[in-house]
């Protein structure tokens, strides 16, 4: 492993040099442990087994380089292995489109299997998936397919591994890939709800391959504090740490998982005005906190916050939660100090955010359907550095810093284009306002519309001069 990324871009830029081909393994846009080592991994074994010498396999984490700290269990299981950043390549770092443009780009998914919509254009460059998910986009051949649902995606990719020749696994693969199955199933632990059958399995054939692995509970206990060591992290940067958002035809919901008690989240100075900055930032109508902890026996606790500042909306997000069946949350009102956030107690325990993603969604489905007050449709600001139409649900981790793309000649694979040539995808129908077709103008303004802007504005002033803030 620590061989084949010290080289990865080099052989990256080799390829790109003479022009042949470079398969990408792309994680998804959180870049947790899961995603990230499924990448690393995965890459690693294409390059040991392929019978191609001249092509590239190169792991992508599909984050900014400058977000990368804030993944602080995959800073701790790298340094662990002796493995430097230096050797990563991250998704600022590399020109997708345009090496797709030069005919190229081979990718293979892992740990998700739907591209945002600003990747729309790579689609055909799919050859493979690996996810844990329930598939929500039929892909056909020649794409490969390998979806099951078990506690973690590298359980399915320390499967494709050992069916491989045996010596391509090296020890510190091996201790990468034992290390997420152990931290994503909670240890193993049938009580959290996560690990099934084949990660039991896969995570002892790891172990019986590499006895000097370290035990499973003392690999959790180190990832797990590293995970959930938010020192020094403020409340932007707490929120950026774990974050998806979901839009539906007028509304943009941001899901956030935050490791600490949700009390001492909401008695963080200024949380609201902090809230309220963040989701204007970043064009979110509302923010789902998701707070989770752990007690002396490793007993997980949940707690659910919904932050927003339109009421219509929070009372009717906070309503479509409780209501749930499938699954059923649990929910239990808590005492919140500010009128923008409802709080909650979360009973069930097993309902991650990868479960109340779906609750979300369909309540974004029946939102843009009904005959309720919706919120008038926007222009959002967007980073300068974003592709146009960045508000699905991919977590939109460029906006807060204002940092902008590195100039062209950082990015591996721009020298691929003449100057003519752009390496952007088609701009998306929503790249100016949602849902308006660009062959048909600007929406007509309407008075309520006006109205209702000029209501939130009032309503973010207030927010701003607000006691707290002083």
């Known amino acids: 492993m620590e061989l084949f990324l010290g080289g990865s871009r080099a052989a990256l830029q080799a390829c790109i040099r003479n ?26 074994f294409f390059a040991k087994i392929s019978p191609e ?17 804030l993944r602080t269990e995959s800073t701790f299981l790298l340094k662990e292995q002796c493995i430097p950043e230096s050797s990563l390549i991250f998704r600022d770092e590399i020109d997708l489109f345009a090496l797709h443009q030069a005919g190229l780009l081979s990718l293979t998914l892992v740990d998700h299997h739907v591209l945002p919509s600003q990747d729309a254009a790579l689609e055909e460059a799919v050859v493979e998936v690996i996810d844990h998910r329930p598939l929500e986009q039929e892909r056909g051949p020649p794409c490969r397919i390998t979806s099951e649902l078990v506690g973690s995606c590298t359980t399915l990719v ?63 206990e180190a990832l797990q504090n590293a995970k959930f060591d938010v020192s020094g992290l403020t409340t932007e940067q707490m929120l950026r740490k774990d974050l998806k958002a979901i839009s539906g035809e007028d509304v943009v919901i941001a899901l956030s998982s935050v490791y600490v008690t949700l009390q001492d989240f909401l008695r963080r100075p200024a949380v609201a005005q902090d809230l ?22 490793n007993e997980p606790s949940r707690q659910l916050a919904l ?37 909650y107690a979360q009973g069930n325990t097993t309902a991650s955010r990868k ?29 300068a550095n974003a592709l146009p139409g960045s508000t699905d649900s991919r977590p939109l981790e460029k906006g807060a810093a204002g940092r902008k793309d590195p100039p062209k000649s950082q990015r591996l694979g721009d020298d691929l ?37 000029f209501n939130r504005i009032a309503v973010a002033r207030s927010c701003e001069d607000s006691p707290e803030k002083k």
């Open 355 to 383: 479960k109340v993603l779906p609750i979300v969604k369909d309540f974004l489905r029946d939102w843009g359907h009904c005959g309720a007050m919706q919120p008038c449709r926007k222009t959002r600001a967007e980073p």
């Open 19 to 44: 022009r042949q081909q470079v398969h990408v393994v792309l994680g998804n846009e959180a870049c947790d442990l899961d995603s990230m080592v499924s990448a690393l991994a995965l890459a690693c």
């Open 417 to 453: 284009l003449g100057d003519e040539d752009t390496h952007l995808p088609p701009t998306p129908m929503n790249s100016l306002v949602d849902e308006c077709p660009l062959d048909q103008g600007l929406p007509k303004l309407s008075a309520e519309a006006v109205f209702e802007k």
């Open 307 to 343: 932050y927003s500042l339109q009421g219509a909306l929070q009372t009717a997000v906070c309503q479509s939660l409780e209501d749930s069946s499938n699954p059923s949350l649990g929910l239990s009102p808590l005492d919140s100090p500010h009128p923008t956030i409802r709080a």
């Open 276 to 297: 309220c900055a963040f989701c204007r930032q970043r064009g979110y109508d509302a923010l789902v906190v998701m707070t989770i902890f752990f007690d002396e026996r």
């Open 53 to 69: 010498p001249r092509a590239a396999f190169v792991p992508v984490l599909n984050i900014p380089r400058s977000d990368f700290p």
């Open 158 to 220: 320390t499967e494709k591994i050992f069916q491989g020749p045996v010596e391509v696994l090296d020890r510190t693969t091996a201790a990468l890939l034992h290390g997420t199955i152990v931290l994503d199933c909670v240890n193993m632990a049938p009580a959290a709800g996560k690990v099934t059958p084949k990660d039991a399995r896969l995570a002892s054939l790891l172990e019986s391959k590499f006895p000097d692995l370290p035990p499973r509970g003392d690999i959790f």
